[in-house]
């Protein structure tokens, strides 16, 4: 058994134990709002994430709205707006902390939410109820809209879509969990100019969205460059993967490679909000940490924020909200490392697509055909924001609102025929294709064991195609061996920009990596003759 298989199946145990662990951090999340961990100065207020010009989750979800007052005060929440409220929604006290779930509100607006007690009150105006997602990973999901290709055309943009509202977390690390935000970056507000400095993945993505469903949409960005998957998930989550915690405090200067401390410091804090979803880009620091353990951890993080939010919203936020990611781009040209290849694959728990059994409601991005050779933030960076956007787009609609016949995954083979002179590979819809020569590998072996990336390795050039079907050559194995594996753009930088050998054939998604080890293979796929 590999290590990937043995993350994989450590995964796979440990998430038999999340009804039982569910139970037991549940006291720990709601103890997220525990007086001892919060710094009140004794005035009425908001937590540090609401404000004017915010959204709030709509129906049939009910927001959750939390602050502080002066000890043992009666606090009372009134909203105005389109829509009353049947009755004033009940208020609970611990001490310093008020807390509230309103009644469903209908997306729209513009609302007024007060708190008042005794002789303080504190307002938020033009407050709208629509969808929240959240937006987090590292550099990718950091890079600006200034930054993007048609930046100052995107920008001008903005103020034609007032209905889609944007927030930004400062940077900030803590060695245990907080209750609220050190910082506010980007307060809540009315798209202008100021998206110049958002995320640009973020923003185009709510932008799509919202031109889709044509009602309010709030975007919360948390995100930090150069930061490993384990930073964003909590304790809890490591210790499934057989991750141990970090102590030392090197967290003071970078938060690379010390796990849970952005967790701590810019998630934890949001879980008492209520969200409809969240998107994801990150995957490029954990090549060269933690690699081979990125099946399991990933997927876990994503299983532990889901409960985590659904217990800090006090049920609110669905405990399998979707989670969409962005399969990383390229890097390198030229390189013959697999570290990009193994966390592509990793980023899908080691099944090449998504939704699988180990990653149900979520949706990818393929991003593996939009490099950027000349990008000035240097090729990890592409600046093709718009076509990654578009893409979560379409598995949002799919996966997070259920919309049919919405095509969202790029083609996948459901069958492998092999022969003597030539592979035969069956996909789950009809391909567009065009030639080449290298896309595709064959491990050539003398065992029968599964290949690695040490195997040897052999180009098999598409010799012809159907609707649904690829045929490649086969017969380059020496006649002592046979063919024991396939993979298919299994490179840093399989091909230029929009032009892998293989898509849907609508030509907008791509095929995605993968790799299929005929002794290995699941569910029978490898047919030989």
Same mark, same amino acid.
């Given at each position: 058994?590999?290590?990937?298989? !043995?993350?994989?199946?450590?995964?796979?145990?440990?998430?038999?134990?999340?009804?039982?662990?569910?139970?037991?951090?549940?006291?720990?999340?709601?103890?997220?709002?525990?007086?001892?961990?919060?710094?009140?100065?004794?005035?009425?207020?908001?937590?540090?994430?609401?404000?004017?010009?915010?959204?709030?989750?709509?129906?049939?979800?009910?927001?959750?709205?939390?602050?502080?007052?002066?000890?043992?005060?009666?606090?009372?929440?009134?909203?105005?707006?389109?829509?009353?409220?049947?009755?004033?929604?009940?208020?609970?006290?611990?001490?310093?902390?008020?807390?509230?779930?309103?009644?469903?509100?209908?997306?729209?607006?513009?609302? %007024?939410?007060?708190?008042?007690?005794?002789?303080?009150?504190?307002?938020?105006?033009?407050?709208?109820?629509?969808?929240?997602?959240?937006?987090?990973?590292?550099?990718?999901?950091?890079?600006?809209?200034?930054?993007?290709?048609?930046?100052?055309?995107?920008?001008?943009?903005?103020?034609?879509?007032?209905?889609v509202r944007t927030f930004m977390a400062a940077l900030n690390q803590s060695e245990s969990e907080l209750t609220d935000l050190i910082q506010v970056e980007l307060p809540w507000s009315v798209p202008s100019a100021n998206v110049a400095q958002f995320?640009?993945?973020?923003?185009?993505?709510?932008?799509?969205?919202?031109?889709?469903?044509?009602?309010?949409?709030?975007?919360?960005?948390?995100?930090?460059?150069?930061?490993?998957?384990?930073?964003?998930?909590?304790?809890?989550?490591?210790? !499934?993967?057989?991750?141990?915690?970090?102590?030392?405090?090197?967290?003071?200067?970078?938060?690379?490679?010390?796990?849970?401390?952005?967790?701590?410091?810019?998630?934890?804090?949001?879980? %008492?909000?209520?969200?409809?979803?969240?998107?994801?880009?990150?995957?490029?620091?954990?090549?060269?940490?933690?690699?081979?353990?990125? %099946?399991?951890?990933?997927?876990?993080?994503?299983?532990?924020?889901?409960?985590?939010?659904?217990?800090?919203?006090?049920?609110?936020?669905?405990?399998?909200?979707?989670?969409?990611?962005?399969?990383?781009?390229?890097?390198?040209?030229?390189?013959?490392?697999?570290?990009?290849?193994?966390?592509?694959?990793?980023?899908?728990?080691?099944?090449?697509?998504?939704?699988?059994?180990?990653?149900?409601?979520?949706?990818?991005?393929?991003?593996?055909?939009?490099?950027?050779?000349?990008?000035?933030?240097?090729?990890?960076?592409?600046?093709?924001?718009?076509?990654?956007?578009? !893409?979560?787009?379409?598995?949002?609609?799919?996966?997070?609102?259920?919309?049919?016949?919405?095509?969202?995954?790029?083609?996948?083979?459901?069958?492998?025929?092999?022969?003597?002179?030539?592979?035969?590979?069956?996909?789950?819809?009809?391909?567009?294709?065009?030639?080449?020569?290298?896309?595709?590998?064959?491990?050539?072996?003398?065992?029968?064991?599964?290949?690695?990336?040490?195997?040897?390795?052999?180009?098999?050039?598409?010799?012809?195609?159907?609707?649904?079907?690829?045929?490649?050559?086969?017969?380059?194995?020496?006649?002592?061996?046979?063919?024991?594996?396939?993979?298919?753009?299994?490179?840093?930088?399989?091909?230029?920009?929009?032009?892998?050998?293989?898509?849907?054939?609508?030509?907008?998604?791509?095929?995605?990596?993968?790799i299929s080890n005929r002794y290995l293979a699941k569910g029978n796929i490898w047919k030989i003759y």
């Amino acid at each position: 058994m590999t290590a990937s298989d !043995r993350a994989v199946q450590l995964f796979i145990t440990a998430g038999c134990l999340l009804t039982v662990l569910m139970a037991l951090t549940l006291c720990a999340i709601f103890l997220g709002l525990s007086v001892g961990s919060v710094h009140s100065d004794g005035n009425l207020r908001f937590a540090s994430y609401y404000g004017d010009h915010m959204v709030l989750q709509k129906s049939p979800e009910r927001a959750v709205l939390w602050g502080y007052c002066p000890e043992g005060a009666q606090v009372t929440v009134f909203l105005s707006g389109p829509t009353k409220q049947k009755s004033p929604p009940t208020v609970n006290v611990t001490k310093v902390i008020w807390r509230v779930t309103l009644d469903p509100v209908e997306a729209g607006g513009p609302y %007024n939410v007060t708190v008042a007690a005794q002789k303080s009150t504190a307002t938020l105006t033009d407050v709208l109820f629509g969808d929240v997602w959240l937006c987090g990973g590292q550099s990718n999901m950091y890079f600006k809209m200034s930054q993007i290709f048609n930046a100052s055309q995107e920008i001008a943009l903005a103020e034609k879509y007032p209905h889609v509202r944007t927030f930004m977390a400062a940077l900030n690390q803590s060695e245990s969990e907080l209750t609220d935000l050190i910082q506010v970056e980007l307060p809540w507000s009315v798209p202008s100019a100021n998206v110049a400095q958002f995320s640009a993945v973020c923003w185009l993505f709510g932008r799509y969205m919202y031109e889709n469903l044509k009602y309010p949409i709030g975007l919360v960005e948390s995100c930090w460059g150069g930061t490993p998957v384990e930073a964003w998930s909590s304790s809890r989550a490591l210790q !499934r993967c057989g991750l141990e915690q970090t102590n030392d405090s090197s967290y003071l200067i970078s938060p690379k490679d010390r796990n849970s401390v952005l967790w701590n410091a810019m998630i934890h804090p949001l879980l %008492n909000m209520t969200v409809k979803g969240a998107i994801w880009y990150q995957g490029e620091a954990n090549v060269d940490y933690h690699q081979e353990q990125y %099946n399991c951890s990933f997927p876990a993080m994503i299983n532990d924020w889901r409960m985590a939010f659904h217990q800090g919203s006090g049920g609110e936020t669905a405990l399998d909200f979707p989670f969409g990611f962005v399969q990383l781009s390229t890097y390198r040209k030229g390189s013959t490392d697999d570290g990009f290849p193994n966390i592509r694959w990793h980023q899908t728990a080691d099944t090449g697509f998504v939704p699988n059994h180990h990653m149900q409601k979520t949706f990818m991005a393929v991003a593996v055909d939009l490099p950027d050779a000349t990008s000035p933030y240097g090729t990890i960076h592409p600046r093709d924001k718009q076509d990654v956007a578009y !893409r979560l787009t379409l598995g949002a609609r799919a996966v997070a609102y259920n919309e049919k016949d919405v095509p969202f995954k790029g083609p996948f083979p459901k069958q492998i025929l092999a022969t003597q002179t030539y592979i035969n590979l069956t996909y789950d819809q009809d391909v567009s294709v065009t030639p080449s020569k290298d896309i595709f590998h064959i491990c050539c072996s003398g065992i029968r064991a599964p290949c690695g990336p040490k195997s040897r390795w052999v180009p098999a050039p598409i010799m012809h195609w159907g609707s649904t079907t690829v045929r490649l050559y086969s017969n380059l194995c020496p006649p002592t061996e046979e063919v024991a594996a396939l993979r298919y753009a299994w490179r840093d930088w399989p091909c230029d920009f929009k032009a892998c050998p293989i898509y849907g054939t609508s030509g907008i998604l791509p095929a995605p990596p993968f790799i299929s080890n005929r002794y290995l293979a699941k569910g029978n796929i490898w047919k030989i003759y």
